[in-house]
């Protein structure tokens, strides 16, 4: 078992390798220009052996099974590492099995060497098993979704990468390993948003999610720096093992540093404008990032160096105000939304501000349970989002309605999501969410915040329930009830693989809903159950009022938006309280205008000078060229004039 960790992120590795070189092989796809043929619209009947269209297909299915089988072999891995320790973290015991694992050589520096090391603790075996479940699900499900996509092979072989990448995170036992898994799953991300590139606004949204969060993780490698010096090696044990020596000065720089990476990978505050534009990409790519992979990597860091963290009492103040103002905020914009897809983003920033604030709260347990059922209930919805959109040809609720009949199994599943998310019993949001509310209410009264940034958290922590429910319920009932207001659309522009569609979605992608709709409903049982009586009756109350307040406003005029009760909050909410216009207004435009100078600069004066020169020469070279230019006679005259010029000076000065 000790090698376990190593295979369960090399198998996904090679199954990248594979899928990029040989899925392909012998046959060659031909360039394609335009979009791909549209979802369940294709003609009956198969295509001749020998046409791109039929290499393509089998291209697309090596593709497949290189991508699937490997991440199953995964899977049953990561399960078989988290049989035991994940419900001893689950159930809070506090003996838990030794880590398993093993280093596989050492990189000699100058100073501090690196450790080849992989092991899987209580903590990373449950992360795990949520990684690898998850990109199982969304790998199966993007078989249907992409089936025509001309572009799959390299799609499912970035999310293969994806994969390895962050099983290398959750699996490392060196920080600066670690940071390896941390940059390759940013690459994937901006590869696979960016997937249908050829609409400016996707490459857009991948360029600005790869931007943003590399401005985070340059104040994380300088984090992972600071606590490898203090500690004298990159080793977590070691450096967890001599946080005590450190001084609190070393720890809260090292632990603010840290949390600017944390808030790029996690979309908090302020670097979570990335999250919403990131919807560009296909919707498995979604569900995928938002839920189990790339968002989910900060929470886990903080849950990893969690005595590093709690050693630095500024730094948890200024997590549980991030927290507090992300969770209220995120939710609010979610409640303004038209489109499904920005409403599940928003809602994704808002539930992690949730996890941040169980950290905050000194509940690292309770903030990774939500982890692990929002990675469920979140792929969830994400993906019966897809089904929805891949039926009705649109992202925008404006042009959903009534489909419920249509399509029953999504209606089911996602009633399963909504219902976790709001945090209604039994569903296993409810248990995850109660024990961060509860551990935000402990924390003012054990003080382990200071008051004012432990009353802000809790107050919003409360507020954001009802919000939630509020904006869950007008997303359950624009999509599913009143009159359907689906119409057939033109030919998908390039890079858009959603059309309007008749019938249920494929079984490749009903699959992976149903069998994810039973880990958002009970996952809440797993472990030992602590529910805080008090706490759930008024996270309940608050949830059942958002809910009231929505259905009320709907039921008045069905195809009215219910988001019309925010009244005249509705606008900011919809543009999520301007933080793009800020941003854009304090630093893209200067940076922009700083750019335009620096060019205008170079072309004139660095360029003008080198061009100068060069005009000058040229003028110069013009003059002596008059006097070389072959004529006898003047180069006579000019012999003469100077042997007279020498003979009146001889005379003159003699």
Excluded at 316 to 339: E, F, N
Excluded at 434 to 444: G, P, R, S, T, Y
Excluded at 580 to 590: I, N
Aim: proline share 6%.
């Amino acid at each position: 078992m000790t090698t376990f960790p190593l295979l369960a992120v090399l198998l996904p590795f090679l199954a990248a390798f594979a899928g990029l070189l040989l899925s392909r092989w012998p046959h060659q796809r031909p360039a394609t220009v335009g979009p791909p043929p549209p979802h369940g619209n294709g003609s009956d009947t198969a295509p001749e052996t020998g046409t791109p269209e039929a290499a393509g297909e089998r291209a697309n299915a090596r593709a497949a099974w290189l991508a699937i089988l490997p991440t199953t072999a995964s899977a049953v891995l990561a399960a078989w590492l988290a049989w035991d320790p994940g419900f001893a973290f689950l159930a809070g015991t506090t003996t838990s099995p030794q880590p398993t694992g093993q280093t596989y050589g050492t990189v000699t520096t100058g100073a501090i060497p690196i450790s080849l090391t992989l092991q899987a603790d209580p903590l990373s075996s449950l992360i795990g098993v949520l990684v690898t479940l998850v990109a199982l699900a969304v790998q199966v499900y993007s078989v249907g979704y992409l089936k025509d996509d001309p572009r799959y092979p390299s799609y499912s072989a970035f999310i293969s990468l994806f994969t390895s990448a962050m099983l290398l995170v959750v699996y490392a036992g060196d920080l600066l390993v670690l940071y390896v898994g941390w940059e390759i799953m940013g690459l994937c991300s901006y590869l696979l948003i960016g997937h249908w590139w050829e609409d400016r606004g996707n490459s857009r949204a991948a360029v600005k999610a790869f931007l943003v969060t590399r401005l985070g993780d340059v104040g994380f490698l300088f984090g992972i720096f600071v606590l490898g010096q203090a500690a004298g090696s990159f080793r977590i044990a070691e450096v967890l093992a001599r946080v005590p020596e450190m001084s609190t000065a070393t720890v809260v720089t090292a632990t603010m540093l840290l949390l600017a990476g944390v808030a790029g990978k996690s979309a908090q505050v302020p670097l979570h404008t990335w999250l919403p534009d990131a919807m560009a990409g296909p919707t498995p790519i979604s569900a995928l990032i938002h839920a189990a992979t790339m968002v989910a990597a900060g929470i886990f860091i903080v849950a990893r160096l969690f005595d590093v963290f709690r050693a630095a009492p500024p730094t948890m103040d200024v997590l549980a105000v991030v927290a507090a103002l992300g969770m209220l905020g995120a939710a609010l914009a979610a409640l303004a939304q038209d489109d499904l897809k920005r409403v599940l983003a928003y809602s994704t920033v808002s539930q992690l501000a949730y996890m941040a604030g169980g950290l905050a709260a000194g509940s690292e347990t309770s903030a990774i349970f939500h982890l692990l059922t929002h990675g469920a209930f979140k792929a969830l919805l994400f993906l019966c989002a897809g089904a929805v959109i891949h039926h009705v040809g649109s992202n925008l609720m404006t042009q959903m309605g009534g489909l419920r009949r249509e399509l029953p199994v999504t209606f089911v599943t996602m009633t399963i999501g909504f219902a976790a998310l709001m945090g209604i019993p039994p569903a296993s949001g409810f248990f995850s969410k109660d024990a961060i509310l509860a551990a935000m209410d402990d924390a003012l009264a054990t003080g382990t915040l200071t008051d004012a940034a432990a009353l802000l958290l809790y107050g919003c922590g409360l507020a954001t329930v009802a919000v939630t429910g509020a904006y869950a319920t007008r997303a359950w009932l624009r999509t599913f009830f009143g009159e359907a207001r689906a119409v057939a659309l033109p030919e998908p522009e390039p890079g858009t693989a959603h059309v309007v569609d008749v019938t249920e979605a494929p079984r490749t992608m009903l699959v992976p809903v149903i069998l994810l709709a039973v880990p958002a409903l009970l996952l809440g049982f797993a472990g030992e159950l602590h529910v805080d009586l008090g706490v759930a009756a008024i996270s309940i109350v608050l949830a059942v009022l958002g809910v009231g307040a929505v259905y009320s406003f709907w039921r008045i005029d069905p195809m009215a938006d219910p988001a019309r009760l925010l009244g005249p909050l509705r606008a900011p909410c919809e543009q999520a309280f301007y933080a793009d216009r800020l941003y854009a207004t304090l630093f893209v435009r200067p940076v922009l205008a700083l750019a335009r100078l620096v060019v205008r600069t170079d072309d004139v004066v660095v360029d003008g000078a080198v061009r100068g020169s060069g005009r000058s020469a040229r003028g110069l070279s013009g003059i002596l060229r008059l006097a070389q230019n072959g004529n006898v006679q003047l180069y006579v005259t000019g012999v003469l004039a100077g042997v007279l010029l020498i003979a009146v000076g001889a005379v003159m000065f003699a």
